[in-house]
């Protein structure tokens, strides 16, 4: 029988170094970076390119925050290197810097830490709330955006803000074209990652590669066509719910005349929660855009039993049933996947999966190997 036990503090998984935090794999970044903090990546004094800015949170960089950097890298093509260290600030990367690539210097995701505490209920400064997506830790404009070992979070707990009916916090918000995202992590509850576009005309190309991304409700969504490819999901475990269903993986918005939406492919879903607790999916279409008929393939992924495997999609609304999207499987394994009522699990043939690539999702871009 599964035991609840007390929710560890997304605060504490990301800041302290030591007990359950570490024994989840989920340490936070060491407190300096030693004598080189950029690693391999040069430094201020011997630069990888003349357009290469550093970034370190204790000083021996041309910058201490993420911010700063962004917004001294005008242009296209400039790279931040980020010394290991917890960035606590929000950051945005305006449509106008393109081809930006930000380097993690540590060895491990972990080690670079981006993180705020923004909801969609909080109270903005100058009035009104952040909604969703203003709830973003960094927002991602720009096409040709590519991240490599870094962690994206948003630490905003249900349990500290009880009167808050906003609870969407989204670590990452990305809206370009050809974004690329290299064994990263993204951590949140609600919303955690924010695949999108910049509008509805914007068929933005998104591939993440072995990558960690963990949450509760629709903590993967957006209408971009987001390629995910050896990823890890994990669901979260909830002690303000008494029962099924915690939540959603995936909650896709893909535009109606968009031909290709979410792709998971060589991935695995693992669970804190109890067996069946969590939807594989929903469709999302947002009151925006009422024309969105979203899509999500999984293929050759292996669904732990945190899956409802009897009934693994659900509605978001009555008025747009599930049954009518862009929803298919190929090969799942695990007690996730066990098809025991086949309507509620479509499949695609052999033939009809040879169409739901990498490739065929992300057409002439080819995202460079992680670095």
Not at 23 to 33: K, V, W, Y
Not at 131 to 141: D, K, L, N
Not at 307 to 323: L, N
Request: proline content about 7%.
């Amino acid at each position: 029988m599964h035991r609840h036990r007390p929710s560890l503090s997304r605060r504490a998984l990301l800041l302290t170094a030591a007990g359950a935090g570490a024994a989840l794999g989920l340490a936070a970044a060491p407190a300096t970076a030693g004598p080189r903090p950029f690693g391999r990546y040069g430094s201020p004094a011997a630069r990888l390119t003349p357009g290469t800015l550093y970034v370190d949170p204790h000083g021996r960089g041309d910058f201490t925050t993420v911010q700063a950097a962004v917004t001294a890298a005008a242009g296209s093509g400039r790279t931040l290197v980020l010394a290991p260290g917890t960035y606590r600030e929000t950051v945005v990367v305006d449509a106008t810097r393109t081809e930006a690539t930000w380097i993690g210097a540590g060895e491990d995701p972990r080690d670079v830490v981006i993180v705020y505490d923004n909801a969609a209920g909080t109270p903005k400064p100058g009035g009104g709330t952040y909604g969703t997506s203003g709830s973003a830790t960094v927002t991602v404009q720009a096409d040709g955006f590519t991240a490599h070992r870094i962690t994206f979070a948003n630490d905003w707990l249900r349990a500290d803000h009880p009167g808050t009916s906003g609870t969407q916090a989204v670590a990452l918000k990305a809206q370009g074209d050809r974004s690329a995202f290299h064994h990263c992590r993204f951590l949140g509850h609600q919303d955690t990652l924010y695949a999108d576009t910049r509008d509805l005309g914007h068929f933005a190309r998104q591939y993440f590669a072995h990558c960690h991304v963990e949450g509760d409700v629709d903590f993967v969504f957006g209408r971009a066509t987001a390629v995910f490819e050896h990823c890890h999901f994990r669901t979260l475990d909830r002690t303000d719910l008494s029962g099924a269903p915690y939540g959603f993986v995936f909650a896709p918005s893909t535009a109606g005349a968009n031909p290709r939406g979410f792709l998971v492919t060589r991935s695995r879903i693992t669970s804190e929660a109890p067996d069946a607790f969590y939807k594989l999916a929903r469709p999302w279409v947002p009151s925006s855009d009422l024309t969105a008929h979203p899509m999500l393939t999984v293929r050759d992924t292996r669904l732990g039993p945190g899956i409802d495997a009897v009934a693994p999609y659900a509605d978001m609304r009555e008025a747009h049933p599930w049954q009518t999207m862009r929803f298919a499987e190929y090969r799942n394994t695990g007690p996730g996947a066990a098809v025991t009522v086949p309507e509620n699990r479509p499949q695609l043939t052999r033939a009809q999966a040879a169409s739901h690539t990498r490739a065929a999702h992300l057409g002439d871009w080819r995202p460079d190997a992680p670095r």
